[in-house]
C-alpha cells in the first residue's frame, strides 16, 4: 500500500507564508507526478500546482506567482511554498502522487487525507 502524509498547515494571515509538505511511503518503485489540490466548502476540489518527477510544474492562475511547489525525489516528498496569501486560498490541501509499484507496473493516483489552511482577512 502507498500512504501520503501532509503536514504544515495552519493558521495564518492575509500577506503571510505557509509551507506544507506531502511524504509518500510503501510499496514505490516510482513516482510519477505529484501535486496540490485544495477545496472549500464552496467550491470544488481544484488543482492547484503540479510537478513531474523531472521538475517540470504547472499552476493554477489564481497562484502564479505566489506558490511554489517542489520535491525531493530522493524522500518521496513533495512541498508547496505559499507567499502573500490570500483569504481565497482557505481550503482543505491534499496532496496526490501518481505511483507506480512496481517495476513496469499501471500507475495509480493516491491521495492523502488534506491539511486544512486558513487564512484570515
Known amino acids: 500500500q502507498v500512504q501520503l502524509v501532509e503536514s504544515g498547515g495552519g493558521l495564518v494571515q492575509a500577506g503571510g507564508s505557509l509551507r506544507v509538505s506531502c511524504a509518500a511511503s510503501?510499496?514505490?518503485?516510482?513516482?510519477?507526478?505529484m501535486g496540490w489540490y485544495r477545496q472549500n466548502p464552496e467550491k470544488q476540489r481544484e488543482l492547484v500546482a503540479t510537478i513531474t518527477s523531472g521538475g517540470h510544474t504547472n499552476y493554477a492562475d489564481s497562484v502564479k506567482g505566489r506558490f511554489t511547489i517542489s520535491r525531493d525525489n530522493a524522500e518521496n516528498t513533495v512541498y508547496l511554498q505559499m507567499n502573500s496569501l490570500k483569504p481565497e486560498d482557505t481550503g482543505v490541501y491534499y496532496c496526490?502522487?501518481?505511483?507506480?509499484?512496481?517495476?513496469?507496473?499501471?500507475?495509480?493516483?493516491?491521495w492523502g487525507k488534506g491539511t486544512l489552511v486558513t487564512v484570515s482577512s
Open positions: 496526490n502522487a501518481n505511483v507506480e509499484k512496481y517495476s513496469f507496473s499501471i500507475s495509480m493516483d493516491y
Open positions: 510503501g510499496r514505490i518503485f516510482k513516482i510519477n507526478a
